[in-house]
């Protein structure tokens, strides 16, 4: 005990945060007006509606980093990660793309107890059985980053050819006629 109470006073003294959780609270914001849900799809109520750059603590995400619970000032609920951008390598990147580069945790969703502990006193409430037989979330791949860098195209674009009919310019050697 007494050398977890060092550590502690040993971390406090340096600066460093308790826990790695508290280092990332705020690197995730939304990355526009984008509604809060009560589970991971559009039809679930919504919690709340954010501002574009809200501060978001993000607790974790569906295995294919879909959609993401999140803490919004006092609000919790899901938000699609495709609307989170997350501070990562010196610059701001879409949830989406880099869930599993960046290591957020994967988790799933099971709306009793989690209607139980954040929603119990909501008017939607007592209407729970509407969303609690629908069926879980379709799971696919979702895209994964392998680098930071912007993608170029693989093949730079090219103009149409022109039909064999039309005629030719001084460029191309002599018309003919």
């Known amino acids: ?11 406090s003294a340096l600066g460093l945060p308790p826990c790695p959780a ?4 705020q690197l ?11 589970g991971p799809a559009r ?5 709340a509606i954010l501002a574009s ?20 000032g006092q609000s919790r609920g899901w938000l699609y990660s495709g609307n989170i951008t997350y501070y990562y390598q010196n610059q701001y990147v879409p949830m989406l793309s880099y869930g599993a580069v960046i290591g957020i945790g994967v988790l799933s969703f099971l709306i009793d107890d989690y209607w ?7 008017p939607w409430y007592p209407n729970r059985q509407r969303w609690v037989h629908r069926p879980p979330p379709r799971i696919v791949p979702g895209p994964i ?5 912007p993608r170029q195209a693989p093949h730079p674009v090219r103009p149409a050819p022109r039909p064999a009919h039309e005629g030719r310019d001084n460029r191309d050697g002599p018309r003919n006629r």
């Open 116 to 122: 139980g502990r954040y929603y119990i006193d909501r």
């Open 53 to 72: 750059g809200f501060p978001l603590e993000v607790q974790g995400c569906l295995s294919n980093y879909s959609w993401c619970d999140v803490i919004a």
């Open 43 to 47: 039809d679930y109520p919504v919690v």
């Open 28 to 38: 995730a914001y939304t990355a526009k007006s984008a509604h809060l849900r009560a």
């Open 145 to 149: 980053h392998r680098d930071i860098a």
């Open 22 to 25: 508290q280092a990332q609270e």
């Open 1 to 11: 005990m007494k050398v977890l109470v060092s550590l502690a006073l040993v971390a």
